[in-house]
């Protein structure tokens, strides 16, 4: 079956820009989970998603927010970006009841 | 509050050498643990989990960890380095339950060298 897969894989964004990335889980996955990675920080968690519903959060500023479709397809937007927002983001998916999160290969996001 | 802590962000062994990177973590409740590898440009791969079930757990590709509660430790081991070991290994944690939030270590890089 498909792995999670998230798009676009790169993306080049000015600083004050927004921008949404997109995250599709593993066929009956209902939890999303995402993270940020920088070589500074390493890997912080953002928020999960699950059915629709903000489960868990991260501690990130306002300028981050998501969301989760029916179809539990998730999406992560940046407003305003700053360079600092430039990292490797990263979506995993899980099943209910699993402990192991599935993750995409990520979109890495730079900001000039 | 939960953290992680990875000793040395960067190992270097011979091919054929044992691998062992370190892991400590920190928890006021019982843990999950998680080690993960990632290959240059790409996503985080499970490479074993301890979950309260045996405290030797072994994952895929050779490696194994031991969980020892009194050290507070989860140490990956692989008796025999591979070329193809190199990569960026993560030790992370969670609790039990639905909680999905993995608090990570900030990595070791393993150099595999011929």
């Known amino acids: 079956k498909a792995g999670v897969t998230q798009t676009p894989r790169y993306l080049i964004k000015t600083r004050g820009q927004q921008v949404t990335l997109s995250c599709s889980p593993i066929s009956g996955h209902r939890s999303v989970s995402w993270y940020q990675q920088t070589p500074g920080q390493g890997l912080q968690f953002l928020f999960e998603?699950?059915?629709?519903?903000?489960?868990n959060k991260g501690n990130f500023p306002g300028r981050f927010s998501g969301r989760q479709f029916s179809n539990s397809r998730s999406e992560m937007n940046v407003s305003t970006l700053e360079l600092g927002d430039s990292a490797l983001y990263l979506c995993?998916?899980?099943?209910?009841?699993?402990?192991?999160?599935?993750f995409g290969q990520g979109t890495r996001l730079t900001v000039v | 509050a939960q953290s992680v802590t990875q000793l040395g962000s960067h190992v270097s062994v011979s091919e054929g050498a044992l691998v062992l990177l370190r892991c400590n973590y920190s928890?006021?409740?019982?843990?999950?643990l998680f080690w993960y590898v990632q290959y240059p440009n790409q996503g985080l791969q499970l490479l074993l989990k301890y979950t309260s079930a045996a405290t030797l757990v072994k994952g895929i590709n050779g490696f194994e960890a031991e969980f020892k509660k009194s050290e507070t430790s989860f140490h990956l081991t692989k008796p025999s380095a591979h070329m193809s070991d190199a990569a960026e290994y993560f030790c992370?944690?969670?609790?039990?339950?639905?909680?999905?939030?993995?608090?990570w270590g900030l990595g070791t890089s393993l150099a595999v060298n011929p």
């Open positions: 998603y699950f059915s629709e519903t903000q489960r």
């Open positions: 992370a944690v969670s609790h039990a339950g639905n909680n999905r939030k993995l608090i």
């Open positions: 928890s006021s409740v019982p843990p999950y």
């Open positions: 995993a998916s899980s099943a209910e009841g699993d402990t192991e999160a599935f």
